[in-house]
């Protein structure tokens, strides 16, 4: 379902949106942004008169405090200085009685409904690089992918399925899939061709999953193409690892300066993405050997990061592994083997 507003603004506010995002710096590698320009006309006098016991400015605050409960509730996004600073600047050319109107249609959408998803473009940060916490990618390597292999091979098993939740442009989710391949190699699990592909056992069945709410940094993961310009996505990356890149041209979806790097087709095959949202209740997928979930819950208040990992719990394997980001606590660690690496904590399902 898709709202239509009498002013049919959302693009006008998405454009707003991407113009304050992108001068926050605050949105990663997205597009450019919109050319579309604002055309809500602004009934500021009759307003201000009509409510004179309350000056505009703070009306307008507290439709948009109201919203921000809203996508506190909805996407898990809690009110900050910096995502209300976003907000009001979406915001700040739309007539209170307009916003009234908009903030009444939202409250009575479902959160899949495509205003939503675009509101919280706006309100989203897609920071993200390779290897991002190196201890913690290389207790992949050393511990978690070694046991996950070793287990599955002993029970006669050959699939393995990874979720990254959260997973913004897709590096991280690439990086998994470059890690995994490189451990079924060491495992005697794979085989190195002579260009230096690695290519699992064809019993092997893998997949990793990469799921944002953003629908617009999925656009960049999909692509696969990365930047190497200012602190971009290969700031961490070993130079050996470069090895599963080829050079190619910049991708319209993601960040335009610098020389751009497709990831090789025989780590991006088994990589997908999806769209989906944590706070949905439902997982996109069950059975996963492995969920990480890292940098996402930071911006989630406690009942929140409750709920997901509630779902997490109920969507895993038995067996299977969970990993958070290094700050990140784990409610109810009575449901989980508590496990520590030398790149920190992680939990295998009871
Ligand atoms: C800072 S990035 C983390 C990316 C990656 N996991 C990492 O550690 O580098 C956080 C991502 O979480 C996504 N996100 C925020 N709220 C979400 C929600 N309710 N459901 C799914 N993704 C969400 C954002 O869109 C953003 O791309």
Not at 66 to 90: A, C, H, P
Not at 95 to 107: I, P, Q, S
Not at 301 to 327: C, N, P, W, Y
Request: overall charge positive; charged content about 20%; proline content about 4%.
């Amino acid at each position: 379902m898709t709202i239509s507003t009498s002013h049919g603004k959302l693009q006008d506010l998405l454009a707003t949106m991407r113009a304050s995002a992108s001068a926050a710096g605050a949105v990663g590698a997205v597009g450019a942004a919109s050319t579309i320009k604002p055309v809500l006309k602004v009934p500021l006098p009759a307003m201000v008169s009509n409510t004179p016991f309350l000056p505009l400015k703070t009306s307008k605050e507290v439709l948009l405090h109201k919203l921000m409960g809203m996508v506190e509730t909805r996407f898990g996004i809690y009110s900050s200085q910096q995502v209300e600073k976003k907000l009001s600047r979406i915001f700040q050319h739309t007539g209170m009685e307009e916003v009234k109107d908009w903030v009444r249609l939202m409250e009575g959408a479902p959160s899949d409904d495509s205003e939503w998803l675009s509101l919280v473009e706006g309100l989203t940060v897609h920071e993200t690089y390779f290897y991002r916490d190196r201890p913690l990618m290389d207790m992949l390597s050393k511990d978690i992918f070694p046991r996950m292999i070793r287990n599955k091979v002993r029970r006669g098993q050959s699939s393995i399925h990874i979720w990254s939740a959260g997973c913004s442009s897709g590096e991280e989710a690439y990086n998994i899939s470059m890690l995994l391949l490189q451990c079924l190699l060491l495992e005697g699990e794979a085989t190195l061709d002579a260009a230096g592909l690695i290519r699992p056992h064809p019993r092997w069945q893998i997949t990793v999953l990469g799921t944002d709410v953003s629908r617009q940094i999925l656009r960049v993961a999909r692509d696969g193409v990365y930047s190497d310009f200012g602190m971009g996505s290969f700031r961490s990356m070993p130079e050996n690892d470069m090895t599963y890149f080829e050079a190619c041209a910049a991708s319209p979806e993601g960040l335009q300066g610098g020389q751009h790097y497709r990831v090789k087709s025989f780590i991006a095959k088994y990589v997908s993405f999806a769209q989906h949202n944590l706070l949905s209740g439902k997982a996109p997928q069950q059975g996963s050997d492995l969920i990480l979930c890292r940098n996402v819950m930071i911006y989630f208040e406690e009942k929140t990061k409750r709920l997901v990992q509630d779902m997490f719990h109920r969507s895993i394997a038995s067996d299977a592994t969970l990993v958070l980001g290094g700050t990140d606590v784990l409610y109810s660690p009575e449901r989980f083997q508590r496990q520590q690496g030398s790149g920190g904590a992680w939990y295998i399902k009871h």
